[in-house]
């Protein structure tokens, strides 16, 4: 049972906006440890210098695309085994089955409650203390 105050979670999005609200929420949820990124590539270069525990990114940004940056950690060494959940404002089952394949543990469809990011979380990581 992984104890969220513990817990180091990487937030990446393009918009300040939704970078600032999912913070509330996990905060709300008990996490203390975020850190965020504007995009995939600045994503990278944060999990490959501190230790992360889960990955919270949006699927369309510039630069790198979530699907890009999850393909990115899924094939580095340091961060291949992080829990990866996907973040988008569409829930088409095209982007949810590729981003499946692709090594993602989960998805969450924006706009998202607490609970149901709670429940997200919980489901790769296991139940939060």
């Known amino acids: 049972m992984p104890n969220a105050v513990a817990l180091k979670v990487l937030v990446v999005d393009d918009q ?28 990278m270069e944060t999990a490959s210098l501190q230790p992360i525990d889960l990955i919270i990114s949006d699927y369309n940004m510039p630069e790198m695309d979530g699907l890009g940056l999850l393909r990115a950690v899924r094939g580095h060494p340091v961060v291949r085994r992080v829990p990866f959940i996907l973040l988008t404002g569409r829930g ?9 394949q692709a090594g993602a543990n989960n998805y969450l469809i924006k706009p998202f409650t607490t609970a149901i990011l709670r429940s997200k979380i919980e489901q790769v990581m296991g139940k939060l203390s």
């Open 16 to 43: 300040n906006s939704v970078r600032q609200m999912t913070r509330m929420t996990l905060e709300e949820i008990g996490i203390r440890h975020i850190h965020e990124a504007e995009n995939g590539k600045q994503a």
């Open 92 to 100: 088409d089952k095209e982007l949810v089955v590729k981003a499946a």
